[in-house]
Each structure stands twice: as C-alpha cells, then as structure tokens.
C-alpha cells in the first residue's frame, strides 16, 4: 500500500521532555510537509522540505526541530522550547510541492 | 492579507440539495488548487484539485476557478450526511518555496 505513515497516533509528553513524531512515506514524494492544527483552526505550516538534507522554516517552526536524512522520511522533534505543544500534528506530501500533497493519519500529541 | 479566505460557516443544507463552498486567494499568480475533505478527529483528504480556469467535474462534485476574479469553489450535489465535514481550501502561490497555503476551513452539515 502506497502512502504517508504517521506513528504514534497518541502521543504524551510530560514538561520539559522533547519528543520526535514519525513521518514515513513510500510514494517517492519529494516535497515534505509538517503542520500542526488546533481545536477549530487551520493548518499552520511548520517545517518543509523539498529535497533530501535541505529544509526550511514555516510560519511557526520555534520550538521544533526536523532532518531529512532520507527521501522517505521526515521526522519532526517537539523540544521543551515549544510552551504550548499540544496540537494535532499532521504530516503530509507531494510529488515536487507543485502537485497535490496527500496527508498521513496525524499524531496528536498531549502535555500531561 | 491571508492567501486563503474561507467562509467559517457553518453551512448547513438539507439532504439532496447542492452545497456551495467558497474561497477567494490573494497571489494573483497562484496556478494550484486543492480541496480537502476533514472529518472531526481525522487527517485532510484530498476531492479535487484544479489548474485551469472552469469547471471541473468528479462525480458529484464540481470545482469551479476564476482566476480573474482570484476564487475557487467546490459545489457539492446531492448533498449527504456523509458529506458533513469541514472542507479546506489550498492554493499553492508561485516563489513561495512549493508551500500549501489553507484556508482555516468551512464547516458543512447536510441535514437527513
């Protein structure tokens, strides 16, 4: 089956801890995407990248960190900088950032 | 200026009726358009996209660009309780890097 994997689907974190959330995918995309949504709002742009070892910052990339050490994955690290971390996150696609992209299932990430 | 505006809604139309969905984009140059699809809890799913000025038709639903006028449209005919769900508006605008710009999504109800 071709598509975005995100892993976990739940995710705690207790103050002061850094946690990675996992985006994989296998449709030999090479534009990649991370946004995070809250309650009732629109999809706000936090990392992407367009080619393997090169990313750029989004509208909110402070407190997160990513790498793209290989085509198929994009894994994007939430750090105790974030002050406000609990969103749904959602990774996301596309063929060269020209095209459609195609979104994983989200993580949703809680501070407890 | 946002680069996608959409009506927050919500929209609510009866079963069997033609929903209208709106969006206007502020990059005159903009030549991608998407709409997603976004159940309560779940990750965007991709309906359409559009390039070209017109119509497009998939089934029972029909995107409609006017780049003149800088607005695309999603009508939804045939209205069901399974459409109930909030719909997104992307544009992807030119020397933006390939990013997606959403719109923070129209709510829709379909009445039984």
């Known amino acids: 089956d071709g598509g975005i994997t995100q892993s976990p689907k739940y995710l705690f974190r207790k103050e002061g801890q850094n946690v990675t959330l996992s985006c994989e995918q296998n449709?030999?995309?090479?534009?990649m995407y991370w946004y995070r949504q809250d309650p009732g709002q629109g999809l706000r742009l936090i990392y992407y990248?367009?080619?393997?070892?090169?990313?750029q910052k989004g509208d909110i990339a402070e407190g997160y960190s990513v790498s793209r050490e290989k085509k198929e994955s994009f894994p994007l690290t939430v750090t105790s900088a974030q002050k406000n971390p609990t969103a749904f996150y959602l990774c996301?696609?596309?063929?060269?950032?020209?095209?459609?992209?195609?979104f994983g299932q989200g993580t949703r990430l809680t501070v407890v | 200026q946002k680069e996608v505006e959409q009506n927050s809604g919500p929209l609510s139309v009866p079963e069997g009726a033609i929903a209208s969905l709106n969006c206007t984009y502020s990059?005159?140059?903009?030549?991608?358009f998407f709409w997603y699809r976004q159940y309560s809890g779940k990750s965007p799913e991709l309906i359409m996209f559009?390039?070209?000025?017109g119509d497009k038709e998939d089934g029972r639903f029909t995107a409609q660009l006017n780049k003149a006028s800088q607005y695309v449209s999603l009508l939804i005919r045939d209205s069901q309780p399974s459409d109930s769900a909030t719909y997104l508006c992307?544009?992807?605008?030119?020397?933006?890097?390939?990013?997606?710009?959403f719109g923070t999504g129209t709510s829709l109800t379909v009445i039984p």
């Open positions: 996301a696609s596309s063929m060269n950032g020209n095209t459609e992209a195609f």
């Open positions: 449709l030999n995309h090479d534009a």
């Open positions: 990248s367009q080619i393997v070892n090169d990313f």
């Open positions: 992307a544009v992807n605008p030119p020397n933006t890097g390939n990013q997606f710009y």
């Open positions: 559009i390039y070209s000025n």
């Open positions: 990059d005159r140059g903009s030549q991608s």
